[in-house]
């Protein structure tokens, strides 16, 4: 009974992702009901409520599945980076970016960006920050590898460089967000022109050591 309960589990709640997604991309986050997400879910509105406590919380499992769905795409980036750290690390971030807005609408991301401010220290919250150490981590690995290999310089602490790239990515991922005049070719652009700037401390002092 146990496997048939965790499979019908498994199976609800992907269809309550599921419902959410298409009608949060289609109607936005507050003009979506719980009512309407169990409908198009083929469930009652009881049953969603038993396994996600909140709208919010629906919401923090699509982030969820997200970040599970698209570890396979970036760690085929982590695998075959460009040979360029600079390069490498853009291209990480523009799959973030193309990743997270194929997913869900901006309006979502606020929700979830938003309890920082609103809720810390709740599920939402936590959610974010574990997103957040999931990109550190990458990028941990990324750079120790451009580093073993002489492309940064061996006095550069690469937990530092990482934690100054996530703080970039997230500053204009929180910009684009809160603003919906900005597109995401003008996030790429800001995210970009700011890591060249903090990369130019960061290759070997000779041209020939980057090789």
């Given at each position: 009974m146990t496997g048939l309960r965790a499979r019908q589990l498994r199976e609800r709640t992907a269809r309550v992702l599921d419902a959410a997604a298409e009608l949060f991309g289609r109607k936005g986050y507050h003009d979506t009901h719980v009512a309407e997400i169990a409908k198009v879910a083929g469930l009652s509105a009881t049953t969603?409520?038993?396994?996600?406590?909140?709208?919010?919380?629906?919401?923090?499992?699509l982030a969820v599945r997200h970040a599970?769905?698209?570890l396979p795409e970036r760690r085929a980036l982590l695998r075959d980076p460009p040979d360029d750290p600079l390069a490498a690390v853009i291209a990480?971030?523009?799959?973030?970016?193309?990743?997270?807005?194929?997913?869900?609408?901006?309006?979502?991301?606020?929700v979830i960006?938003?309890?920082l401010y609103e809720e810390p220290g709740g599920e939402a919250h936590h959610t974010a920050?574990?997103?957040?150490?999931?990109?550190?981590?990458?990028?941990?690995?990324m750079l120790s590898g451009f580093q073993k290999a002489g492309r940064i310089r061996a006095d550069i602490r690469v937990e530092d460089l990482a934690s100054m790239i996530v703080g970039i990515g997230?500053?204009?991922?929180?910009q684009f967000l809160a603003d919906e005049s900005i597109p995401h070719e003008e996030l790429q652009r800001r995210v970009n022109t700011?890591?060249?700037?903090?990369?130019?401390g960061a290759y070997p002092?000779?041209?020939e050591d980057r090789q």
């Open positions: 969603i409520y038993n396994y996600f406590a909140n709208k919010r919380n629906i919401v923090i499992g599970r769905m698209a990480y971030e523009d799959l973030l970016a193309t990743q997270s807005t194929r997913v869900m609408p901006r309006e979502c991301w606020r960006f938003g309890t920050l574990r997103l957040n150490r999931l990109l550190f981590r990458h990028y941990v690995r997230t500053f204009h991922w929180m700011q890591l060249a700037i903090a990369f130019r002092d000779k041209p």
